[in-house]
């Protein structure tokens, strides 16, 4: 049992540690190996693996700059959504409060349907 659990633990740890690992990479090496990919499948000449390099650098910094704005912005909804939510605690009762607390939940979970039910349809039309 315990062998069990130190090869959980331990296939958890490389998985975790390969995933930060991906995380780190710089725009320029993300750009690098898609295009070295790239020039392999699709058999590029020099000069074409030079322009399609710029082309995927570009891309690869423009995304990382999206990645960034999108972080600041998620930071921004989280406090917004505890600002609210200390807002209406002030107001109401214990027991309204609570019942609020189930609407939200409600309204998460019926979104998250939504987006799901979404996301089905454009796969089906993806695929056809």
Do not use: C, W
Request: proline share 1%.
């Amino acid at each position: 049992m315990k062998k069990a659990i130190l090869a959980s633990a331990l296939a958890l740890m490389t998985v975790m540690t390969f995933a930060q690992e991906k995380k780190q990479r710089t725009p320029e090496e993300r750009a690098q190996k898609a295009t070295e990919k790239m020039a392999k499948e699709l058999n590029l000449s020099e000069e074409q693996k030079e322009k399609v390099l710029e082309i995927n650098l570009q891309k690869a910094k423009e995304m990382q700059q999206l990645k960034e704005e999108m972080k600041v912005l998620k930071e921004k909804r989280k406090k917004l959504r505890d600002e609210h939510a200390e807002q209406m605690k002030s107001v109401l009762s214990e027991e309204q409060y609570q019942k609020y607390l189930q609407m939200r939940e409600e309204m998460k979970k019926k979104h998250q349907e939504k987006r799901m039910k979404h996301h089905g349809n454009s796969e089906d039309i993806q695929h056809e």
